[in-house]
């Protein structure tokens, strides 16, 4: 009987419990469990003969005991180094966590043994894409600040509408969400055997890049695309070191930078931001901007925290820049408890680069899906539902017609006179007077906790540049 897709994402995630006397991490798992999937994928389709000779799936799982475990560290170690393309990125500097040879040959086994039929059958990304959602749903993983819930990325995608010929980026990338979001979109609004030969070309080759500091993830990113069949570029490096002023020319940004203060406090190395600070958020919004063309059209949705809406000094004069820079048409405060991290308040960031670069934005929409609203989680699951009044207003012909207490719009001078604040749209808060809604004790204390530590980083590296 063939399984479903999730019935085998349930049963390969139920392997991590293999490991554990290992001691293996959620992380080092999904990590260990793509470099047996990718031979075992590879198998399952075409790309079998690209492998070297000697080094396939058919090579590894008969083998047992230490010959299995020598075997297995020696096929890391020659697909790391002596291949090229996906496959060395994917294997680079690959290592095993697994110390008990029984532990793998069970995984081996386990993995030989499923039906991939209707996995493949639904795209084996969508399985990848099933693994990564459960790693990041594990608290102590510590991979939900790599992943951005999928309703929002749909709703994001879907709003900024990529087309075929366009080239999109993700400056942090994290396992590549957006951009296989955004692959998803395109196939389902094209025609695709349509297409001449250009247009096909640009889409498996030049469609898609992004930008990934974290290796392991990046190694993620690498699998999610293969097994999507995407091509393009996926650097494993800091969009704000001088990669970073390489990226330019781009028609839509999909984000969610990461959030905090670089390590140290230090400044970015890139040299062509006009105002550099150790915020990171700051500094991803504005190589964001600079990366977008000028010949109109060009434009972005970025994720950020509330700090850079209200945020002095630096902060202020980069959301000026941007304003000049852009037509920063709409703001959607976000609802909390949506992220992995408790108590991170995020907003996203729609705007348009202009042909020039002054008083661009005119008026900023505000969309408050936070006051008022239920606290997510997993009684409450987060769901696309959710943004239907939200994608309703943002697409309305003529927006002053919305009848929707939480859509507003301020205009531009009046930003001007709040210090330039994007701190603004949010309704009367219900909850204030509601007891039963403030959310549970302890979510509240991980809350002020995470506010707590953020100040006292934010402290530190006051400090530090003042010394």
């Given amino acids: 009987m063939a399984l479903s897709t999730q019935e ?82 994917i294997y680079n500097n690959a290592q095993t966590s697994i110390q008990e040879p029984a532990n793998l040959r069970k995984i081996i086994k386990h993995i030989d043994e499923l039906d991939w039929f209707e996995a493949k059958d639904e795209g084996l990304g969508e399985m990848y894409e099933g693994l990564l959602e459960k790693n990041a749903s594990e608290k102590k993983s510590g991979a939900g600040q790599y992943f951005t819930p999928r309703p929002l990325i749909n709703v994001m995608v879907r709003l900024m509408d990529p087309k075929v010929g366009e080239r999109l980026n993700d400056p942090a990338c994290g396992t590549y969400g957006f951009m296989i979001a955004a692959h998803h979109y395109i196939r389902n609004h094209n025609d695709i055997y349509t297409l001449d030969d250009a247009q096909n070309h640009h889409l498996l080759n030049e469609q898609y890049s992004g930008c990934e500091l974290v290796g392991d993830t990046h190694r993620l990113a690498m699998m999610n695309s293969f097994l999507h069949g995407m091509g393009g570029n996926i650097a494993l490096q800091d969009s704000l070191s001088s990669y970073g002023e390489s990226i330019k020319n781009k028609d839509l940004v999909l984000a969610n930078p990461p959030f905090g203060t670089k390590k140290g406090g230090d400044r970015p190395t890139r040299t062509d931001l006009v105002y550099p600070t150790s915020n990171k958020q700051l500094n991803f919004l504005q190589g964001i901007y600079r990366s977008l063309h000028t010949r109109g059209g060009a434009r972005a949705a970025v994720v950020l925290p509330d700090n850079v809406l209200f945020e002095d000094g630096d902060g202020q004069n980069v959301r000026k820049d941007l304003m000049e820079k852009c037509n920063l048409h709409t ?105 039963e809604d403030i959310g549970e004790p302890i979510d509240i204390a991980k809350e002020a906790l995470t506010e707590l530590t953020s100040i006292t980083k934010e402290l530190n590296a006051i400090i530090k540049a003042l010394n």
């Fill in 331 to 435: 703001i959607l405060r976000l609802p909390t408890g949506i992220f992995y991290a408790a108590g991170v308040k995020t907003n996203v960031l729609f705007f348009e680069r202009g042909t020039i670069d002054k008083a661009n934005t005119k008026d900023v929409w505000f969309y408050d899906m936070r006051t008022n609203m239920p606290n997510f989680g997993k009684r409450t699951p987060f769901t696309e539902s959710y943004f239907e009044d939200f994608e309703k207003a943002y697409t309305a012909e003529d927006r002053t017609k919305i009848k929707d207490e939480r859509f507003s719009c301020i205009s531009r001078d009046f930003i001007a006179k709040k210090n330039d604040s994007l701190d603004l749209g949010l309704i009367a808060d219900d909850s204030i007077t509601k007891a």
């Fill in 8 to 89: 085998i994402v349930n049963k390969l995630w139920n392997l991590c419990n293999v490991l554990r006397d290992d001691g293996i991490t959620y992380h080092q798992y999904l990590n260990e469990l793509t470099f047996i999937l990718f031979l075992k994928m590879a198998e399952e389709t075409d790309y079998n003969d690209k492998l070297p000779q000697g080094y396939r799936w058919e090579d590894l799982k008969h083998k047992e005991g230490i010959e299995l475990s020598t075997f297995y560290k020696e096929l890391l170690l020659h697909l790391g180094t002596k291949t090229t393309g996906n496959i060395q990125k």
